[in-house]
Every structure is written in C-alpha cells, then in structure tokens.
C-alpha cells in the first residue's frame, strides 16, 4: 500500500478564499492548512461546514522562532 504525505498550505498571508479552497477537500487526501486563518479565508469553510476534513494548524508562523507548529517526520 503506498503511504500518500499530506500537503501542506500556508495561507498566513493569503486574505481571499473561495469555493476552490473548498472543492480542494475532495482532490487531497489530506491537506493541512497551516494559520492562523484570515476572516476571508476562514468564512467559506465555516459557512460550508468544510472546517472537518481539514487538519488546521494555527499555530503555524512561516518564522520558524515563532512557530508552534511541528513539522511532520
């Protein structure tokens, strides 16, 4: 059986989401979103109820002094 690794997105800076963020739950075997989520990025997933499949991580910072986030061996 072939081990698939997740994807990981870092949408820190991103300020606009969609229904492409959405519709991307059933493309991934599993995503994380790596945060904190901006409002507009976080909308969608709340008013579509797609928060679930979704590993969030919102401790993640891109500065890695700052992040609480562990990366995955």
């Given amino acids: 059986m072939i081990q698939m690794q ?3 997105l870092d949408l820190t800076r ?3 989401g ?3 963020l959405v519709d ?3 493309r ?3 995503l994380i979103l790596l945060g904190p989520l901006t409002g507009p990025v976080r909308k969608p997933l709340e ?3 797609s928060r679930k499949p979704f590993q969030i991580e ?7 002094t700052t992040s609480t986030f562990k990366t995955l061996q």
């Fill in 18 to 20: 969609d229904c492409a």
């Fill in 14 to 16: 991103v300020t606009f």
């Fill in 6 to 8: 997740p994807i990981m």
């Fill in 47 to 49: 008013l579509t109820d």
């Fill in 28 to 30: 991934c075997t599993r």
């Fill in 58 to 64: 919102p401790g993640y910072s891109p500065d890695p």
């Fill in 24 to 26: 991307a739950r059933h």
